[in-house]
């Protein structure tokens, strides 16, 4: 049996696919880049807007102009859940930091 990543004769196991650790993990780090390169920049930008809301919303409940968030790069494409409230108030979170649209170009920035 050869390895599967690096050719290399297999030692030990008849099931095993890999000649070691390092070529089992070089093969795993190729087969998952492309999603890993995507999870890892969502998962940074969501970061981030969580980063900048708990920055600005130390009180737990706080107006702010729409065009403050754009200027510190928060990115309103970017969230974890839509809650939308019996009165027909939708808030979009990230994570326990949530905001809703006002009109006047403000945002209200709320901790669920």
Do not use: H
Request: a positive charge.
């Amino acid at each position: 049996m050869e390895c599967i990543e690096c050719g290399e004769k297999i030692i030990g196991r008849s099931d095993k696919k890999f000649c070691n650790d390092s070529c089992r993990n070089a093969y795993n780090n190729n087969q998952n880049k492309d999603s890993s390169n995507l999870m890892r920049n969502v998962n940074n930008k969501l970061r981030k807007n969580y980063r900048i809301l708990s920055e600005i919303n130390i009180e737990g409940k706080t107006k702010i102009a729409k065009s403050k968030l754009d200027g510190l790069g928060f990115d309103f494409n970017y969230l974890t859940n839509i809650k939308v409230y019996k009165n027909g108030s939708e808030y979009k979170f990230v994570y326990d930091q949530g905001y809703k649209i006002l009109e006047e170009d403000y945002v209200l920035i709320v901790k669920n």
